[in-house]
C-alpha cells in the first residue's frame, strides 16, 4: 500500500545514490541506484555481476537514501527531482544566464508520453514513452534508446506531477525497457524539469548515466 516502508524508499531513493547489502553472501557489496519503476513501486539498482551472482531472495540491501528535495539555488526556475548529488555533480551541465544545458540522446514531444501521466506528484515511479506509432519512432529515433539514457521532453511538466504544459522542458533517465501492453514502452524516471522552459537540452550520444556514474556496461572493472 502507499503507506508502507516501500513507499518511502520509492520517493526517498535517487538515482545516484549508494545501496549496500547487507545480509547474505553478498554482505558489504555495493550498487547504485538506477531508477525507480512506477506501479509495482521498484527501486532499481546496478551490481556488479559478481554480487548479482551471490544475491538471494530475502537478502537486505540498504540504499543510503539522498538528493530528494535538492535545490539548485542559483536556478529556482528548475527543480530537481530525484537526483542524487553525486549524479549532479557528474552531470555536464552548462550555466546559461537563464536556465541550465544538459545533454541528452533525444528530445522528444509530449505526445509520446503514456503510463505514469497525471499523478499527483512526480518523485517516484516513472512515466513511460510509446512506440506504437512507427512513423514517430523513425522520426525521433526511440529505436535505440539505452538504458540509462537521458532524454528530454517537452512541453512536459514534471513540476507538481506530470502534465502537458506548454513551453515546459522535461529530463527523465531511462529506467526499463519497452513491454508489449499499449502505452507501457520505456520508462522515464523523472530527473530535472522547468515549466518556463528554462532547460536547454542538446543532442549527445554520451549522455547516459551509467557513464557519468561508472555503472552498467562503463563499470571500470568490467564486472
Known sequence: SDKSPNRALNFLACIGNTATVRGGDARGDTGTVTGKHGGINHVLIDFPQTTLEELAIGDSIQVR??????????????????????????????????????????????????????????????CDLQLSDRAVIEDHGTDNLRLGDLVAITDADHTYGRVYKKGAVT?????????????????????????????????SDEANIGRYLGVGRYRSDGA
Open 65 to 126: 537514501a539522498k538528493g530528494q528535495g535538492l535545490k539548485l539555488t542559483d536556478h529556482p526556475e528548475v527543480q530537481v527531482t530525484s537526483m542524487s548529488p553525486a549524479l549532479l555533480d557528474a552531470l555536464p551541465l552548462e550555466e546559461l544566464e537563464d536556465g541550465l544545458r544538459i545533454p541528452v540522446t533525444h528530445v522528444l514531444p509530449a505526445a509520446v508520453m503514456g503510463s505514469g501521466v497525471g499523478p499527483s506528484e512526480s518523485f517516484t515511479g516513472d
Open 171 to 203: 529530463v527523465g533517465c531511462v529506467i526499463h525497457s519497452c513491454c508489449v501492453q499499449a502505452g507501457h514502452g520505456p520508462g522515464l524516471t523523472t530527473l530535472m524539469t522547468s515549466k518556463e522552459g528554462l532547460i536547454d537540452p542538446v543532442q
